[in-house]
């Protein structure tokens, strides 16, 4: 009875979130808009392997992979692509200003979990994920 209460109330909120989205608009082109995309998407999947690696105790791995995938090393994946396929330049400036932030969060946590130190590095952990959240309630793009 109670997964079925959680399906209908998350249910209900994603068709209330559908019916009013109040997220800024962030006009990219198509090919910006792709590119953003397949850098969350893979975000993702950095995300989910950096806390695997984590809970597995594998905590310099994660900082390794965390700097890696989402650090300030991994800044300007597109700088290569045509305008119209990069990202940054389109954003909201403030939309851009989270992603940065986000980048800097990933190596603070990066560079505490590298030295394997456990308890600063899962202290830093939510920041990881601070900005997505930030960048996703706030912006949308289309």
Do not use: W
């Amino acid at each position: 009875m109670k997964a079925k209460s959680l399906f209908l109330m998350a249910a209900f909120i994603s068709c209330t979130a559908l019916a009013e989205d109040h997220r800024q608009f962030a006009p990219l082109p198509p090919a910006a808009q792709e590119s953003l995309r397949e850098e969350m998407l893979g975000n993702l999947l950095a995300l989910n392997e950096i806390l695997t690696l984590m809970a597995a105790g594998k905590v310099k791995e994660a900082g390794q992979l965390a700097e890696k995938a989402l650090g300030q090393s991994a800044q300007g994946k597109h700088r290569d692509k045509p305008l119209d396929a990069r990202p940054g330049p389109h954003m909201p400036p403030a939309m851009h200003g989270i992603g940065i932030d986000g980048h800097v969060a990933a190596s603070q946590f990066a560079k505490a979990a590298s030295s394997g130190d456990r308890k600063k590095a899962l202290a830093l952990l939510p920041k990881l994920t601070e900005g997505c959240v930030s960048c996703h309630y706030s912006y949308r793009t289309r």
